[in-house]
Nanobody
Framework: QVLLVESGGGSVQAGGSLRLSCVASGSIFSINRMGWYRQVLGKQRELVATKTNTGTTVYADSVKGRFTISRDNAMNTVSLQMNSLKPEDTAVYSC??????????WGQGTQVTVSS
């Protein structure tokens, strides 16, 4: 079992910045991927950014150049720095962990609201 605890999020005006963080604890595998997805009510959950513990990074096209994902492998944490936020970035952002067992776990989600 892996527990994910998120922090950050909140409300900001367009053009502003927010930072999300997530800490994983429990049965952490040596090869894993952590990252963030987001979901708007009534729509499918979509990938925002993920990063493996070996450094492979994936970003959604909609956030490239604005969001930066980072990891601290020793602390099992993943962060998402979100700059130049847009109203369309408004969503519930969820932290995710996956490994080669395979297992996937999700955090409880944190609301990000960007006002115009």
């Amino acid at each position: 079992q892996v527990l994910l605890v998120e922090s950050g999020g909140g409300s900001v005006q367009a053009g502003g910045s927010l930072r999300l963080s997530c800490v994983a604890s429990g049965s952490i595998f040596s090869i894993n991927r952590m990252g963030w997805y987001r979901q708007v009510l009534g729509k499918q959950r979509e990938l925002v950014a993920t990063k493996t513990n070996t450094g492979t990074t994936v970003y959604a096209d909609s956030v490239k150049g604005r969001f930066t994902i980072s990891r601290d492998n020793a602390m099992n944490t993943v962060s998402l720095q979100m700059n130049s936020l847009k109203p369309e970035d408004t969503a519930v952002y969820s932290c995710t962990y996956s490994d080669t067992r395979p297992r996937t776990y999700w955090g409880q989600g944190t609301q990000v609201t960007v006002s115009s």
